[in-house]
């Protein structure tokens, strides 16, 4: 099974950057769809991006012009790039990869963006 670790999170400010990384092992990284999703205390995860094998990009309309997710086969990777980040942003943010409709979930990394 695909194994995911995501890092990267922290506190910044608004208007602040933050790169978030996933790493992938144990599975067959290319094959998969894969995905960032967030949840805040006492809502429900909403999907914010994801990323299939070809690169084709889908985005929340919530962070759309502001947050950008990419991959890199070669080392396993997918990355988001948050920019312009807000207080509406945070979050625990998980990783996630879909084969076969068969979807994996890393462990989260908190996002906290202050006023």
């Known amino acids: 099974q695909v194994q995911l670790v995501e890092s990267g999170g922290g506190l910044v400010q608004a208007g602040g950057s933050l790169r978030l990384s996933c790493t992938a092992s144990g599975s067959t990284f290319i094959n998969h769809l894969m995905g960032w999703h967030r949840q805040a205390p006492g809502n429900q995860r909403e999907l914010v991006a994801t990323i299939s094998s070809g690169g084709t990009t889908n985005y929340a309309d919530s962070v759309k012009g502001r947050f950008t997710i990419s991959r890199d086969n070669a080392k396993n990777t997918v990355y988001l790039q948050m920019n312009g980040l807000k207080p509406e942003d945070t979050a625990v943010y998980y990783c996630?990869?879909?084969?076969?409709?068969?979807?994996?979930w890393g462990q989260g990394t908190q996002v906290t963006v202050s006023l």
């Open positions: 996630n990869a879909r084969r076969f409709s068969r979807d994996t």
